[in-house]
């Protein structure tokens, strides 16, 4: 790999996958995986329980939360991974400017794909197609230089796999 300790977030719009990829990254990788969703606060997911989309003022504590747990995990010589949708550059920016190489894998799907998930997904606070619309109309999509593109439709295995490959593969 890059570096011994990793910094790595795996992003996506709601039904990508974070949690279930990450999880199968981090174990590959002998790292911590947070779910960005447990961070929340109370207010931002009683929101989202409603039906009503967040605003950047309700991702701005929720987002310097993430950036602090990257920077205690790489100064204890932790990997960490972390799902966490960072729909915009700026969210990804800040996330960044915590740990000094921030590897990102973007779990991009077609639409579709991504409602029938969510559809199946009973325990979950982020529901309605609404909500994944406003998703999708927020998200800035990363670009190749800035993070490892992987289609949700193919396996987690097949994922994990051209990831980990991508991440062995030395920088220019």
Request: glycine letters at 6%; hydrophobic letters at 35%.
């Amino acid at each position: 790999m890059k570096a011994k300790t990793k910094s790595i977030l795996v992003m996506g719009v709601s039904g990508s996958g974070k949690s279930h990829i990450g999880r199968q990254l981090a174990a590959a990788i002998d790292a911590t995986f947070l779910d960005g969703d447990d961070y929340h606060s109370p207010e931002s997911v009683a929101k989202m329980s409603r039906g009503q989309p967040l605003n950047d003022g309700d991702r701005e504590t929720w987002l310097a939360t993430l950036a602090d747990l990257y920077r205690e995990y790489q100064a204890r010589g932790v990997s960490l991974v972390i799902g966490c949708s960072a729909l915009k550059h700026r969210y990804r920016d800040q996330l960044r400017a915590a740990t000094p190489r921030l590897d990102i894998l973007y779990l991009h799907g077609d639409r579709d794909v991504l409602l029938e998930r969510l559809e199946r997904r009973s325990e979950h606070f982020f529901t309605g197609s609404h909500m994944l619309d406003s998703q999708l109309a927020t998200l800035e999509v990363p670009s190749r230089d800035e993070a490892f593109r992987s289609d949700i439709r193919d396996t987690p295995r097949d994922i994990v796999s051209a990831y980990m490959e991508y991440l062995d593969t030395p920088s220019e």
